[in-house]
């Protein structure tokens, strides 16, 4: 079945420097790939999303990249503040089925000060 | 953060007991899902209703039992539960599957549900 690998599960960083979090998706017809932040004890809210016709998004400090003949999809957090700390997911979908979520298992980010 | 609510936030009971969790958007959305999250499976698809029709159910147990009565509702009604089933419950909702808005999934803040 469809599925999303994530990687690393935990990721130390110090204030200012730069975040990457990996994702692997198994389903070739996923055409849709966001990814959340989950503060501690709060929602999963929607952080940045690419959709298979770009290669590259960004915002602000974020940035997704998508490598489609790979299947895999990359966030980068530049300038890492503390606030950056939180469990990030990854997800992919098809669109052109059902807007169905796979999610990845999700990445602890911790930024140090 | 209003966007789409639930409630309770926190239900302790019994396994012999019968609760339902309630979810509601205001956000014109057509399409509701519900998630369980827990350490051990962090992000875990039970059911997708798209225009008040369920389109998934992702091999949830009977004691799970969904309904939409419109698009703006959801809830979730519990019966002769686990231990195990103790997680945080969640509700998220999206565009509608083959309308032309944005397909991103907006959460409600969790139903944290422990089963004694």
């Known amino acids: 079945g469809e599925n999303v690998e994530q990687h690393p599960s935990t990721l130390s960083v110090q204030e200012g420097d730069s975040a990457v979090i990996k994702c692997t998706y198994s389903?070739?017809?996923?055409?849709?790939f966001p990814w959340y932040k989950q503060e501690l004890g709060k929602r999963p809210q929607l952080i940045i999303d690419i959709r298979s016709n770009v290669g590259e998004k960004k915002d602000q400090r974020i940035a997704v990249t998508l490598n489609k003949t790979a299947k895999h999809f990359s966030l980068h957090i530049t300038e890492t503040q503390p606030e950056d700390s939180a469990v990030y997911f990854c997800a992919a979908s098809n669109l052109d089925s059902s807007y169905k979520l796979i999610f990845g298992s999700g990445t602890r980010l911790l930024v140090r000060p | 953060e209003t966007g789409v609510t639930q409630t309770p936030r926190h239900l302790v009971m019994g396994m012999t007991n019968k609760k339902s969790l309630k979810c509601e958007q205001h956000l014109g959305h057509n399409a509701m899902y519900w998630y369980k999250q827990s350490a051990k499976k962090p992000l875990e698809l039970m059911f997708v209703?798209?225009?008040?029709?369920?389109?998934e159910n992702n091999s949830v147990p009977s004691r799970f039992s969904p309904e939409c009565p419109n698009s703006s509702h959801l809830f979730l009604h519990l019966h002769t539960l686990q231990p195990e089933d103790s997680a945080l419950y969640l509700c998220?909702?999206?565009?509608?599957?083959?309308?032309?808005?944005?397909?991103?999934?907006?959460f409600g803040p969790g139903t944290r549900l422990t089963v004694l």
């Open positions: 389903d070739s017809a996923s055409n849709y």
């Open positions: 998220a909702s999206s565009q509608g599957y083959r309308t032309s808005g944005t397909p991103g999934q907006f």
């Open positions: 209703y798209n225009f008040k029709e369920q389109t």
